[in-house]
Structures are given as C-alpha cells and as structure tokens.
T-cell receptor
Framework: SAVISQKPSRDICQRGTSLTIQCQVDSQVTMMFWYRQQPGQSLTLIATANQGSEATYESGFVIDKFPISRPNLTFSTLTVSNMSPEDSSIYLC??????????????FGPGTRLTVL | DQQVKQNSPSLSVQEGRISILNCDYTNSMFDYFLWYKKYPAEGPTFLISISSIKDKNEDGRFTVFLNKSAKHLSLHIVPSQPGDSAVYFCAARPQGAQKLVFGQGTRLTINP
C-alpha cells in the first residue's frame, strides 16, 4: 500500500474564506480522488483528480466551489472556496493503482477535519 | 438514492464471539465490493474485498460473503477482539468505473 499524508489535519475557518488541502503520496499512483464525509454521514466522492487535465466532478459538485489540481503522480490539492458552515466536513484524499502494480482497492489519507464558523 | 445500504447503525458483540456486519445494494452494475474500517480522527483503512465473480473471500479473521441474487454482502469477524471496535463501511464499485459508493457505516463495539 501507499503512505498518504494530508495537510492540514484540521482547521477552523471563517465563512467566506477558502482553504486549500494538500495530499501527498509516497509512491506514484495512477488515480487520486477527493471525498467528503459530512457529520454522521457516509463518504461521498467529490471528484477524480486527473493529472495534467481538469478534474472529473461528481453530480452536485462544481469546479468553482472545489477547484482541484494534480500536477504530478504523487500530489494533489483540493480547495474549498467561499466556505459556509455547510462545508464543515472531513475531506479525504484516496489513491488507487500504484504505478507498476495492479490494485483494485483505494487507500485513504488520514483526512482533514474542517470546521466553518 | 442510497445505492449501498448498511441498515444497522450500530452493533455490539462480546469479545471472542463472531461479528457479522451486513450490507445491501441496489445497483446490479456493481462488480467489486470492499470493506473499510475507520477509527475516529483517522482515514478509512482497507480490510478486505471481493469480486462479483466470487461468493466468498477470506483473510485471517475476516471473511466477506457475497450473495448476488439477494444483492447482499456481509463481513464476518471471528473471533472478535477489542481492537475491532470501529466504524465499518461497505463500498461498491460500478463496472468500468474507479469511483466507490459507500454505505452509511456500522459502528461495531466489542465488549470485554
């Protein structure tokens, strides 16, 4: 499996501001994803981070609100823009497909706990 | 539209006994299923998976059973240990896609 780190691990932000979350993997991976887990809810996929091209967003999520970058095979960022209290969630990065190996499982980072006041 | 459902929000089991966690799905296009365990303040940890061409997969104390006709899968943990206390998520992958669809989770508590 891969070692996945996220920064920051938690943050408390004011309404209307933006926060960028970083995800770093210790190995090259083909697929990187961003999920959200709202309080008491399941994990919901926000988007697939594509290297060198625009992310692929799931229904209900848009690029203006959640811009994503993926400059290489080991790093991605998710920005939560113009935050409101409804954005308070745990944001999770996940990866799949270590380059050179075949995997069907996704491995998750530790998550970023965001609270918006 | 909840395509993956875990109808039991919580389960309490005596240490040493068997824990059975259940998951139902509605989309017949799911072809791969996974179980994750999540501790507070940590990301989900992959436990075990099963392809739709199989009906059972075993890894140590963990066994996953898949009943395609009933669109049902279950995770058996035997014997249950205190360290197994966590939230367990069932997830499913649609055929041809990389995305995972998660259930709501079941909080398992193992009592000494």
């Amino acid at each position: 499996s891969a070692v996945i780190s996220q920064k920051p691990s938690r943050d408390i932000c004011q309404r209307g501001t933006s926060l960028t979350i970083q995800c770093q993997v210790d190995s090259q991976v083909t697929m990187m994803f961003w999920y959200r887990q709202q309080p008491g809810q399941s994990l919901t996929l926000i988007a697939t981070a594509n290297q060198g091209s625009e992310a692929t967003y799931e229904s209900g999520f848009v690029i203006d609100k959640f811009p994503i970058s993926r400059p290489n095979l080991t790093f991605s960022t998710l920005t939560v823009s113009n935050m409101s209290p409804e954005d308070s969630s745990i944001y999770l990065c996940s990866v799949e497909g270590l380059v050179g190996l075949e995997y069907n499982e996704q491995f998750f980072g530790p998550g970023t706990r965001l609270t918006v006041l | 539209d909840q395509q993956v459902k875990q109808n039991s929000p919580s389960l309490s089991v005596q240490e040493g006994r068997i824990s059975i966690l259940n998951c139902d799905y509605t989309n017949s296009m799911f072809d791969y299923f996974l179980w994750y365990k999540k501790y507070p303040a940590e990301g989900p940890t992959f436990l075990i998976s099963i392809s739709s061409i199989k009906d059972k997969n075993e890894d140590g104390r963990f066994t996953v059973f898949l009943n395609k006709s009933a669109k049902h899968l279950s995770l058996h943990i035997v014997p249950s240990q205190p360290g197994d206390s966590a939230v367990y998520f069932c997830a499913a992958r649609p055929q041809g896609a990389q995305k995972l669809v998660f259930g709501q989770g079941t909080r398992l508590t193992i009592n000494p």
